[in-house]
């Protein structure tokens, strides 16, 4: 079993940033992919940013390529994205998401509200 816990929502202006931090827990050991997806309301959850552990390059969605980035910190076991010059169209419950040996773990999300 993996856990994901998500911090870092919260609402800010447009042009503003914000942080958010993924730790997870419990069997790492068979993560090979971790990533955060998006989920505004009336519409399906969607990839934000995804990053293989085995080296590929990380994919963003077209919509928040040149202002969100995806990063980790081996140590503390925690994966971070960083969003800039938000928009109100990023207004979205934001989930962490770990993939281990082909199982998908999320967690209970974070809420990010960009006001106009």
């Known amino acids: 079993q993996v856990q994901l816990v998500e911090s870092g929502g919260g609402l800010v202006q447009a042009g503003g940033s914000l942080r958010l931090s993924c730790t997870v827990s419990?069997?790492?050991?068979?993560?090979?992919?971790m990533g955060w997806y998006r989920q505004a309301p009336g519409k399906q959850r969607e990839l934000v940013a995804l990053?293989?552990?085995?080296?590929?390059?990380?994919i963003y969605a077209d919509s928040v390529k040149g202002r969100f980035t995806l990063s980790r910190d081996n140590a503390r076991n925690t994966v971070y994205l960083q969003m800039n010059s938000l928009k109100p169209e990023d207004t979205a419950i934001y989930y962490c998401?770990?993939?281990?040996w082909g199982d998908g773990y999320w967690g209970q999300g974070t809420r990010v509200t960009v006001s106009s």
């Open positions: 419990g069997n790492i050991n068979g993560i090979r992919a």
């Open positions: 998401n770990a993939n281990s």
């Open positions: 990053m293989s552990l085995l080296g590929s390059p990380i």
